[in-house]
């Protein structure tokens, strides 16, 4: 299932209102095109409008209904503003999707292990684990943990007790095994992954589902320069990520919709909750050997 022409139809859908964080995203604009398509009346938010535009013009076109949003996800008074413009507008929340996230390079190291001739003859320009500082680190951990939940305070106070609503957190293959030189990146996602399996306890009774995807390696603009040097070859670490990639290839953001449908539908997954769907070809699964 790869992109919305050959979708099956989620008839249980339509009709509801999705909230989208990260939603000017790569991958989480086509979450949001998806949802349209299915006929659910969709909130964009993005921390800039004109990213979140882009979406919902695009969404328009094609019929769909959607909405357009700048906020802040670590800022309460900006998430409860376009909580109070969806509901006038849109309707409560039904499905809410917590894609707002990312690493950021002052929370990266330079090479993937420690050389003490990095510490004894410090070269300019490389970053060792001790140049980390906590702020960088706090602003990476914030953005992809804090900005769930704080999106969720906001968002599932309408949600719980409502008939099929649910929660699907985005985190990542750095969940499962921590990636070299991004810490606070794939501790940022090992905390939300941990944190979805806790909400999904904790709203059991409140009937609300809460689960997660985890991305393996997906090929957009944005990681392009990591993966592929200037003549289109593979760099070093797409060659590594590809020899523990059984299927042997990078995902595409419609390798995410079977997923996002299965999760969405309570008619598909009305008895899944607590769970980390990987969505990676394998590389979870593989050892190496």
């Known amino acids: ?31 949001c095109k998806e949802l349209a398509a299915q006929g659910m009346k ?15 013009d695009e969404i328009k076109a094609t019929g769909g209904t959607a909405l357009a949003l700048a906020c ?5 008074e900006s998430l409860a503003k ?34 003490l001739e ?23 951990f914030n953005l992809n943990f804090l900005g769930t939940l704080l999106t969720t305070q906001c968002f599932a106070i309408d949600m719980v007790g409502k ?4 929660i699907i957190n985005i985190t990542s293959m750095s969940a499962f095994k921590p990636l070299t030189r991004i810490p606070a990146y794939s501790a940022a996602k090992a905390a939300v992954s941990n944190f979805t399996q806790w909400m999904a306890v904790h709203f059991a009774d409140a009937g609300l589902r809460v689960n997660a995807i985890a991305p393996g390696f997906f090929s957009t603009k944005q990681n392009k320069t990591l993966l592929y040097n200037e003549d289109g070859s593979l760099t070093d670490r797409s060659k590594k990520i590809l020899t523990h990639t059984p299927l042997g290839r990078f995902g595409v953001p419609g390798d995410l919709s079977g997923a996002l449908l299965f999760l969405a539908d309570g ?3 009305g008895f899944v909750t607590g769970v980390i769907l ?9 050892s190496g050997v």
């Not at 969709?42 to 919902?56: P, R």
């Not at 990987?278 to 593989?286: E, I, R, T, W």
């Open 1 to 31: 299932m790869k992109g919305s022409e050959n979708m099956f139809t989620h008839t249980s859908l339509k009709g509801k209102v999705a909230v989208v964080t990260g939603g000017g995203g790569v991958l989480c604009s086509e979450f």
């Open 42 to 56: 969709v909130a964009v938010i993005s921390l800039h409008l004109e990213s979140s535009q882009k979406v919902v």
């Open 72 to 76: 802040n996800v670590l800022e309460p």
């Open 82 to 115: 376009a909580r109070e413009i969806i509901n006038a507008e849109l309707g409560t929340c039904d499905l809410l999707i917590n894609g707002a996230g990312g690493n950021n390079p002052r929370g990266t190291t330079s090479k993937d292990s420690l050389s």
């Open 118 to 140: 990095d510490i004894h003859n410090k070269t300019e320009g490389i970053k060792t684990f001790f140049d980390l500082d906590a702020e960088s680190i706090g602003y990476v």
């Open 163 to 166: 008939p099929d609503a649910s």
């Open 267 to 269: 008619d598909y997954s």
């Open 278 to 286: 990987p969505v990676d070809g394998g590389f979870s699964a593989y």
